[in-house]
């Protein structure tokens, strides 16, 4: 049985950082991409991130380029994302996601082409 348990979310004050971490257990990810997408109030879902497993390619939305990081610890098989510079708008449910991995980063922020999810961390970022 396929987990992606997220965690690291909280509340943080506009200009701070959080790191979000997901722990994903239940198959081998090593063909996999790993991505995080949020969804704010009222919002449509968004990608954020994502990272190829095995070949370490990135991939980021445009709104958190320069201030977010995604990585990978392949031992504890875990995902991170760090925030920093966090906006009151970076506020919204994150979710991690796996999907199998393709050629080139295009395809990372296809929502569809996700097929394990976690059930998502709280980040709030206060002005």
């Known amino acids: 049985q396929v987990q992606l348990v997220e965690s690291g979310g909280g509340l943080v004050q506009a200009g701070g950082s959080l790191r979000l971490s997901c722990a994903a257990s239940?198959?081998?990810?090593?063909?996999?991409?790993m991505g995080w997408f949020r969804q704010a109030p009222g919002k449509e879902r968004e990608f954020v991130a994502a990272i190829s497993w095995s070949g370490g390619s990135t991939g980021y939305a445009d709104s958190v380029k320069g201030r977010f990081t995604i990585s990978t610890d392949n031992a504890k098989n875990t995902v991170y994302l760090q925030m920093n510079s966090l906006k009151p708008e970076d506020t919204a449910v994150y979710y991690c996601?796996?999907?199998?991995?393709?050629?080139?980063?295009?395809?990372?922020?296809?929502?569809?082409?996700?097929?394990?999810w976690g059930q998502g961390t709280q980040v709030t970022v206060s002005s």
């Open positions: 239940g198959r081998t990810f090593s063909s996999y991409a």
């Open positions: 996601a796996a999907a199998q991995d393709r050629v080139g980063s295009r395809w990372y922020r296809v929502e569809h082409l996700y097929e394990y």
